[in-house]
């Protein structure tokens, strides 16, 4: 069992950054891939973002590709969304999850374990 447990959002406008964090407790940190996924009002859950267990290879959903990064300490047990020149569009609620096994996933409904979200408003 793996806890998560977001932090970082809040309201920007648009431009602007944020960077989002992702405690982990539990299992062992680093067997988990981890993945950001968002929601915005009224639509599904989204991937945004993944990173495998080292941390060496990352994927992107394209609308965030080049704007956003993530990455991950995996002595610190915590995974980072660095969101740049943030767009109104961007406006969700973002979850941290994790998936068992050491590779990521672009698919929502392949990782096991969910935060509680933050909630992320970027102001036109």
């Known amino acids: 069992q793996v806890q998560l447990v977001e932090s970082g959002g809040g309201l920007v406008q648009a431009g602007g950054s944020l960077r989002l964090s992702c405690v982990a407790s539990?299992?062992?940190?680093?067997?988990?891939?981890m993945g950001w996924i968002r929601q915005a009002p009224g639509k599904e859950r989204e991937f945004v973002a993944a990173i495998r267990w080292s941390g060496a290879s990352t994927y992107y959903a394209n609308s965030v590709k080049g704007r956003f990064t993530i990455s991950r300490d995996n002595a610190k047990s915590t995974v980072y969304l660095q969101m740049r020149s943030l767009k109104p569009e961007d406006t969700a609620v973002y979850y941290c999850a994790a998936r068992r096994g050491t590779a990521y996933s672009a698919y929502v409904y392949e990782y096991d374990y969910w935060g509680q979200g933050t909630q992320v408003t970027v102001s036109s």
């Open positions: 539990g299992r062992t940190f680093s067997s988990y891939a």
